[in-house]
């Protein structure tokens, strides 16, 4: 057995294993997607590229295991770094979008963000 038919049945264990399926319905995801991400829509990189386009993810509940769609990594990390939440998120883009963008000259905003709604 080559290298390569190694990875390959090792990804294909793991796929089955963790997410319950095979490389045929990944395939069929990255087609229903576009080959990009659900949430960024930035392009897959294709199978053994470095560089470029985003790595593929498959994201699922971590409470009952359910396969949603397929991430970047970047998107994948961030979302597990929100824990999830909507709030933290819906929060965070509040905060964005709440700050002064500074031109370049002017360098980093010194009045920040107004204060964040309160929680409830």
Same mark, same amino acid.
């Given at each position: +057995?080559?290298? %390569? @038919?190694?990875?390959?049945n090792? *990804?294909? !264990? ?8 095979? =490389?045929?319905?990944?395939?069929? +995801?990255?087609? %229903? @997607?576009?080959?990009?991400?659900? *949430?960024? !829509? ?5 199978f053994?590229?470095? =560089? ?36 933290r998120?819906?929060?965070?883009l509040w ?7 500074p ?18």
């Open positions: +057995m080559t290298k %390569a @038919q190694h990875l390959h090792r *990804a294909a !264990e793991v796929l089955k294993r963790d997410h319950d399926l095979t =490389g045929c319905a990944v395939t069929r +995801m990255r087609i %229903a @997607q576009s080959d990009k991400c659900a *949430a960024c !829509e930035d392009r897959f990189q294709t053994g590229t470095k =560089g470029g386009p985003a790595r593929l993810v498959i994201d699922h509940d971590h409470q009952s295991g359910a396969v949603r769609k397929l991430l970047c990594s970047n998107c994948n990390t961030a979302l597990g770094l929100l824990k999830e939440s909507s709030e998120i819906l929060r965070l905060y964005i979008q709440s700050c002064p963008t031109s370049p000259s002017e360098g980093p905003s010194t009045t920040g963000p107004r204060s964040l709604p309160r929680r409830h």
